[in-house]
C-alpha cells in the first residue's frame, strides 16, 4: 500500500476522475477527505468504505472559502495532519471571446483557479509544519494548448499551472501523460519542458 494512513483531500471527488482518484488513495491506504458540491461524493465514500477503505464525504462548494477553510480544519482537527491535496475539481465552459460573457469567465476562474489558490494556501501551513505534503493539481488539455477559442479555459488552468511551480507540487496535464506514468502523475517540470 503506497498511501498507507495518508491524509488526503480530494477535490470534486462525487464522480469522474477525482471519484476515481479517491477510490484508488483509498485502495492504497489513504484516509480520504473527498469533497464536492454534490451530494454524491456520500455515495462514493460509501462504496469505498464497503471495499475496506477508508473515506468521509464533505458537500460543499469549494469557492466558498470559509466553507473550505472550515473543512480543512476539520480534516486536520480529526488527522492531526494533512498529506497530499488533490485540486480535481474544475469546469469546462466551451465559448470564444465573442460569445463569452463576463460572468461565465468569472464563475470559471472562481473555480480552476481562485479554489485552487485557496486550497493549496490551506493546506501548505500543515504541510511545512509536518515538513512533508503533496499538492496535486489536474489540469486541462487546452490549458496548454493555443487554440484561441479555448482560452477561457486556457487564462485560468494555464496560470492554475503557474501556481504550482510557486509550490513546487506536482501536476497531471491530461489523461494522456497519466496513463504514460504509472503513478498517475506527472511532475510540473516534466510537464514545463513539453511545453517549451
Ligand atoms: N474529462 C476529461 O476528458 C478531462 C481531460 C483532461 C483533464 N480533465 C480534468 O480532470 C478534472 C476532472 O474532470 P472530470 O471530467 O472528472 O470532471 P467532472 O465534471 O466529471 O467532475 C468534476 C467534479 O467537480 C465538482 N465541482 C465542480 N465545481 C465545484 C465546486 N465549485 N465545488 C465543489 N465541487 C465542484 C463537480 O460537482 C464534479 O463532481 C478536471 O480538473 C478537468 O479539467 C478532464
Same mark, same amino acid.
Given at each position: 500500500?503506497?498511501? @498507507? ?19 484508488? /488513495?483509498? $485502495? ?9 458540491? @454534490?451530494?454524491?461524493?456520500? @455515495?462514493?465514500?460509501?462504496? =469505498?468504505? +464497503? ?13 466558498? #472559502? ?11 482537527? %480529526?488527522? !492531526?495532519? =494533512?498529506?497530499?491535496?488533490?485540486? &480535481? ?7 470564444? =471571446? /465573442? ?6 469567465? $468569472?464563475?470559471? #476562474?472562481? =473555480? &480552476? ?7 493549496? @494556501? ?7 509544519? %509536518? ?8 489540469? /486541462? ?9 479555448? $482560452? ?8 492554475? *499551472? ?5 509550490? !513546487? ?8 501523460? +497519466? %496513463?504514460?506514468?504509472?503513478? *498517475? /502523475? ?5 510537464? &514545463?519542458?513539453?511545453?517549451?
Amino acid at each position: 500500500m503506497r498511501l @498507507k494512513d495518508r491524509i488526503s483531500i480530494v477535490t470534486g471527488a462525487a464522480q469522474g476522475i477525482g471519484a476515481a482518484i479517491a477510490r484508488e /488513495f483509498a $485502495r492504497e491506504g489513504a484516509l480520504v477527505a473527498a469533497l464536492d458540491r @454534490k451530494g454524491d461524493v456520500e @455515495k462514493v465514500c460509501e462504496d =469505498i468504505r +464497503c471495499k475496506g477503505g477508508q473515506a468521509t464525504g464533505y458537500v460543499l462548494d469549494i469557492t466558498d #472559502q470559509e466553507a473550505y477553510r472550515s473543512c480543512v480544519d476539520r480534516v486536520a482537527s %480529526q488527522s !492531526g495532519r =494533512i498529506d497530499t491535496l488533490v485540486n &480535481n475539481a474544475a469546469v469546462w465552459r466551451p465559448g470564444d =471571446i /465573442f460569445t463569452d460573457k463576463l460572468d461565465e469567465w $468569472r464563475e470559471v #476562474q472562481k =473555480i &480552476n483557479l481562485e479554489a485552487v489558490y485557496w486550497g493549496c @494556501k490551506l493546506v501548505a501551513p500543515h504541510m511545512a509544519r %509536518q515538513h512533508r505534503g503533496r499538492i496535486i493539481t489536474i489540469t /486541462f488539455g487546452s490549458g496548454v494548448g493555443h487554440r484561441w477559442r479555448c $482560452r477561457r479555459l486556457c487564462g485560468g488552468e494555464r496560470r492554475s *499551472g503557474q501556481l504550482h511551480e510557486i509550490a !513546487g507540487s506536482r501536476t497531471c496535464d491530461s489523461r494522456r501523460a +497519466c %496513463q504514460r506514468d504509472r503513478s *498517475g /502523475f506527472h511532475s510540473y517540470a516534466h510537464v &514545463n519542458r513539453e511545453w517549451s
